[in-house]
């Protein structure tokens, strides 16, 4: 099938499954961020995956990449890195800065991560009809992020793990800001104004400008009251 279309095309849809597979580069190097002690700069390659992640799915619909590569498995590639950035490196993050309770607690509370989010990657009916989430989805990279800035304590880091691990197997809704087409433009740009403020906020830590912090915190305002609202609106 990919013999029907030109060169340009097919090479504009490899340049789209390196784009995706660059993640992986960039969960190791957040490996080895967190590694050496660096929470800002593992926070920091965690964030440009997340930006990949969000915009490799519509540059895939663009050219058509499917129909023009159609022995590759593009969605079977981003699980796999998706694994890696959303799961792997952020439970390192969380066990490696000190944000659960020390010894096998932590341990645990990493390997619950890890775990439950195996439930998630591999559950067929992960999306609703509507392309919400079904379940946490294991986007472990951003509760990382949320425990390192809010600084709530372990124990209280650890009941929020656990609570997020069980909402995996519920039937809870939680939005995908690019796929859901109700108020699209509207969650887009929420969620622009979200990630420029997590990055503000990481660079300038452990400053916290006041409306900087408040801006952050009514945009995660407004992400949870949709998924409460999908939530409770039922099938």
Known sequence: M????????RLSAWGVHIFTASGAVLGLLGLLAAAAGDAKLCLMWLGIALVVDGVDG?????VSVKQVLPGIDGSALDLVIDY???VVVPAVFIHRFGLLPEGLVSVALAAW???????????????????????????????????WLLDLGPWINAAVIVLLGLLTFTTAKFLHPFRVKALMPLNIAVTSVWLLCCI???????????????LWLATS???????????LRGP
Do not use: Q
């Open 200 to 214: 503000a906020l990481v660079v300038l830590e452990p400053a916290r400008p006041g409306w900087l912090f408040g």
């Open 113 to 147: 991560i890890l775990l439950t989010a195996l439930y998630c990657f591999a559950n067929v009916g992960m999306k609703s009809g509507d392309n919400y989430f079904v379940g946490f989805p294991a986007i472990w990279n951003v509760v990382a992020l949320y425990l």
């Open 84 to 86: 890696l950035t959303y």
């Open 58 to 62: 519509t540059l895939a619909r663009r």
């Open 2 to 9: 990919s013999a029907a279309y030109g060169i340009t095309h």
């Open 221 to 231: 305002v407004y992400y949870a009251a949709v998924c409460a609202w999908r939530t």
